[in-house]
C-alpha cells in the first residue's frame, strides 16, 4: 500500500515524476521507486474497491442478478451482499465458511474414489449431477408434503364421520328388521360392534398426527347412540 512506501521512495519517485514532466531523463533507481509506488497504490486502490463495490457491479459479478434477488439471499442466509455496497472480502469469507461446514452435504464428497484420477471437468460434471439430484429430491419431498397436508384428516374429521356413518347404518338396520325380522338385523348390530372396537383400537395404537389440531382442553366426542331395537312378533301360524 502508498502508506507503506519508504520516505526514500516516495522522494525518488516525486524526483522521477518531475523529471518526466519538465522532458528529462530519471535515473534507473528514481524509476524503480516509481514503479514501486505506483504499484502500491494500484493495490490500494484495489482493496478500496474490493471492499466497497457497488451494488449495480455487484450483481454482474453475481451473475447478472437481479438485486432483489441477492437482497434475499442475504435476508433469508446472511449473505453480506445486501447493502448498497458490497465487501467482497466479506462475501468470499462466508462463502468459503459455507464449505467448510457444509461442502460435502451441498456438493457431495470430493474424495468419492469413483473421481480419483479424473479430469477437472468431469469431476464438475459430477458434481453438477450431484446438485441435480439433491435438488430433484427436494423437489419431490415438497410436493410429497404438500399433497399429505392437502389430502390427510384429523382424527376428529374421521371420528365425525364414523359417527354419521354408523347412525346411517343403524337406521339401516332398522328398516332391515322390519322387512326381514330379527336375524339380518342382529348380524348388522354384531358387524357394527366390530367395526367400532376395530376402530378404536386403531387410534390407540396410532399418535394424533400433525395435521389434526388438538385444544388446550381436549372434549371427549360422544359416542353416537343406536336406537333400541323395535322387536316385533312374528304372526303364528
Known sequence: MAGDNSKADLELAI?????????????????????????????????RYYRSVPKGDYTRLAGDRQPKVLNGQARRWGVPCGERAVDLYAVLAWFHDLLATHGPKLLGDAGDPLLAGASQSLKDEYTREQIREKREKARLAQLDVQEREQSLLSREDVHILLGKLGEALCNGGQTM????????????????????????????????????????????????????AKRTRKPGP
Do not use: M, Y
Request: charged share 35%.
Open 15 to 47: 524526483a522521477a515524476r518531475r523529471k518526466q514532466r519538465g522532458g528529462g531523463q530519471p535515473t534507473q533507481r528514481e524509476l524503480a521507486a516509481l514503479r514501486r509506488v505506483e504499484k502500491s497504490k494500484e493495490a490500494e486502490d484495489r482493496e
Open 177 to 228: 328388521q322390519r322387512q326381514f325380522g330379527e336375524g339380518p338385523h342382529k348380524l348388522l348390530l354384531e358387524i357394527l360392534d366390530d367395526v367400532e372396537r376395530t376402530t378404536g383400537q386403531f387410534f390407540q395404537q396410532h399418535p394424533v398426527q400433525a395435521t389434526e389440531h388438538v385444544s388446550d382442553n381436549p372434549q371427549p366426542q360422544p359416542k353416537p347412540k343406536r336406537k333400541p
